[in-house]
């Protein structure tokens, strides 16, 4: 089974701009969760997506957005880039078969934003 | 105060040397994730257990719901072992969030 995969890997991007980043589950797994990861911190929760549902959203502004497509593949949408937004951007899947017990999550290899 | 919290934030051990990682958790759970970040990023899932304990090769993971804390052992530790290790509670009263710890970064020297 392939594993999870983002694209890009790498980029760079000015402020001001915006940028669109992409994930594809594991497939049969309907539920993505999307990272961002500074250096020096720990992990901070986007969103995350069910069958094209967001169902949970972490404390960002309304410039980071995302979606899910039919196929469980999702994307992400960071408009008016600032320099703090350089991170790296993770996403997860999980087959989700039930909620409230968790599945275990598996992360793409993320990608690498500079913002300059 | 944060909901999960990792101890220690960095450990440094010789190699052969008996591991403990600690995490506390203040909320109401379904299930805690262990999981190992090398340096370049890429993140594995150790474990995901929500009682008692589960053993893979050298890793041992425990948890006590009724103490709210959880422990990663690694046995007979190995320098391919460094990385950063992050558990991550899968909180009840968040809409079934993970909530995650600050990691505890871990190197072991030859």
Known sequence: KAGVTQTPRYLIKTRGQQVTLSCSPISGHRSVSWYQQTPGQGLQFLFEYFSETQRNKGNFPGRFSGRQFSNSRSEMNVSTLELGDSALYLCASSAKLTRTLGDEQYFGPGTRLTVT | ?110
């Open chain 2, 1 to 110: 105060k944060n909901e999960v919290e990792q101890s220690p934030q960095n450990l440094t051990a010789q190699e052969g040397e008996f591991i403990t990682i600690n995490c506390s958790y203040s909320v109401g759970i379904s299930a805690l994730h262990w999981l190992q970040q090398h340096p370049g990023g890429g993140i594995v899932s150790l474990f995901m257990l929500s009682s008692g304990k589960k053993k893979h090769g050298r890793l041992i993971a425990t948890i006590n719901i009724q103490e709210k804390h959880s422990s990663l052992h690694i046995t007979a530790s190995h320098p391919r072992d460094s990385a950063v290790y992050i558990c991550a509670a899968l909180a009840m009263d968040s809409n079934y969030q993970l909530i995650w710890g600050a990691g505890t970064k871990l190197i072991i020297k030859p």
